[in-house]
């Protein structure tokens, strides 16, 4: 799975053979300019889930549930969870935490809603986390973890997302479930991996984490492209010929 948050980086996700392509509230970040995800509405989402719907045709579409829009009800979480599919276009949604979501989730799954899950580090909670850290690393963390894995694959979850834990939890947790968990700084050892497009195509570098291998660095590619068609206005090279447009001489003459 690779997130996208429009039209041209869904196309290119999606032809590239990816199985899942994530509409991440991480978009918050990486395109929005927020310094987190907490400020990103349902509006928003809606509107990039559409974008990228419009550009697929064989991924499935994953919509992420940004802040506080599944905690408020249980009615007005699957409305807003509704509007990812029905709006949106997207076949599933995403949702953060544990145990005390798994109303919401099962209320979801309900209403035809498939629901993917998303542990570990929460980047919704950063406030209570404290930062963006690795959890789970002592036993009582590590538990909880493995405890809410469970209750919300018993509410319906049909996949977890697993991010910024240890390897060792990561392959615990993947054991013990009878579903796929998706991992993103969790080792090699959950069934599928996840990461952000911009991080991993260099498109985005404020506090990128380790997580995030650089497969590419586009932001170069981009600031030397940038910078060639300043100079070449400044100096007149472009628009050459090949890029202007002719025009009869005799009716120009006539003017
Ligand atoms: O918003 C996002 O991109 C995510 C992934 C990091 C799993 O939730
Ligand atoms: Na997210």
């Given amino acids: 799975m690779l997130t996208a948050y429009d039209f041209p980086m869904a196309k290119l996700v999606d032809a590239a053979g990816i199985d899942a392509i994530l509409v991440g509230d991480s978009m918050g970040n990486v395109v929005l300019g927020y310094g987190s995800t907490i400020p990103v509405t349902m509006d928003d ?3 990039h889930v559409k974008a990228v719907t419009r550009g697929v045709s064989r991924a499935m579409v994953v919509g992420d549930m940004p802040f506080l829009s599944y905690h408020l009800s249980r009615e007005e979480s699957v409305r807003n969870a509704g509007r990812l599919l029905q709006e949106g276009g997207a076949q599933t949604v995403k949702l953060e935490g544990g145990a005390e979501v ?3 989730i099962r209320a979801m799954v309900n209403a035809g809603i498939p629901v993917m899950g998303h542990l570990g580090l929460t980047p919704q909670s950063v406030n209570q986390l404290g930062g963006y850290k690795v959890q789970g690393k002592d036993e009582a963390t590590a538990r909880k973890l493995i405890e809410d894995a469970l209750a919300i694959q018993e509410a ?3 996949s977890v997302v697993l991010e910024c834990v ?3 939890l990561a392959r615990l947790i993947t054991e013990k479930l009878d579903i796929p968990t998706i991992g993103i700084g969790a080792g090699p050892v959950c069934d599928g991996q996840v990461l952000v497009a911009h991080d991993m195509l260099g498109l985005y570098g404020e506090g990128s984490p380790k ?3 650089r497969y ?3 932001s170069d590619q981009i600031t030397d492209a940038f910078k060639a068609y300043r100079q070449e206005v400044e100096s007149r090279a472009f628009p050459g010929p090949e890029h202007s447009f002719g025009m009869d001489e005799e009716i120009l003459e006539k003017l």
């Fill in 166 to 168: 240890p390897t060792a």
């Fill in 102 to 104: 798994a109303d919401v």
């Fill in 216 to 218: 590419a660095q586009l």
């Fill in 156 to 158: 319906g979850v049909f």
């Fill in 211 to 213: 997580f995030a291998k």
């Fill in 45 to 47: 989402m809606v509107h």
